[in-house]
């Protein structure tokens, strides 16, 4: 249910009745947005609110070529997990997003940007060494601009083994979220991505993981978080930031 509110401009914006919100993740590649913001996903179900994932690369072509390998039945088990049900594959070439006008990306998460209309958005990070992420970014940067009147966060995600792989090491976070009840779940929606994870000490490993996600908690005194970078945040309506 939603309802109609008006801002301060008299222009509609659409907000849940109930305080919830809506959430769009925006990831590259099948197990980014468990590595990224799995735990922080889990958090916004049990809180109601709305999630919606868009995965825009397949994931499986360059890497797994005659390789028995269902990373779409592990994204739908992974959603299952971390409780989400609105997964959207646009199903791009794996590693192939700058052989394709970046428009013609843009084009489609506009369009999944109107239709959802979120509140908060989270995304790859632009500085990753992955070129997928870096160029989804950009693409993203255009679909969310301020014209899109409902958002209110933007924020990047930490990706394992690709963040921290990239030259500057530029992500600064400056939000942590505490996923120390949700950390489980996280770990459970990455176990379905068995061609993804490697064995420890891998970054991608579920150990690594959870080290990881102790490590980054540790800085903000909390037993596990997921860490964020504000790409742009907005206040609206004449609240006051909270
Ligand atoms: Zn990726």
């Keep these: 249910m939603a309802m109609e509110m008006i801002n301060g401009h008299g222009q509609s914006s659409q907000i849940s009745q109930n305080g919830h919100k809506r959430v769009l993740v925006i990831a590259a590649h099948p197990d980014d ?33 005659g390789m ?14 971390l409780g989400t049900h609105d997964v959207r594959l646009l199903q791009y070439r794996d590693q192939r997003l700058d052989a394709i006008p970046l428009t013609d990306l843009i084009v489609k998460l506009e369009a ?49 083994s690709s963040t921290e792989w990239a030259y500057p090491r ?17 770990l459970k929606a990455m176990a379905c991505y068995r061609t993804e994870t490697r064995a420890y000490p891998h970054p991608r490993s579920l150990q690594g993981l959870d080290y990881r996600a102790r490590a980054w908690g540790n800085q903000s005194c909390l037993e596990a978080a997921e860490v964020f970078m504000p790409i742009r945040r907005v206040v609206r309506q004449g609240h006051p930031p909270q």
Aim: hydrophobic residues 35%.
């Design 170 to 186: 530029s992500f600064v976070p400056d939000m942590w979220v505490d996923i120390s009840e949700t950390l489980d779940t996280k």
């Design 112 to 160: 999944i940007v109107r239709e959802v209309r979120p509140h908060l958005v989270y995304c790859q990070y632009g500085g990753d060494v992955n070129r997928d992420h870096e160029l989804l970014f950009k693409a993203l940067l255009v679909a969310t601009r301020p014209t899109e009147e409902a958002i209110e966060g933007i924020y990047s995600f930490d990706t394992a």
């Design 33 to 65: 947005e468990v590595l990224g913001c799995g735990g922080t996903i889990a958090l916004h179900v049990r809180s109601g609110d709305q999630v919606t994932t868009v995965i825009v690369c397949e994931g499986e072509s360059l890497r797994y070529t």
């Design 68 to 81: 028995a390998c269902d990373l779409t039945g592990d994204t739908m088990r992974a959603a299952e997990q």
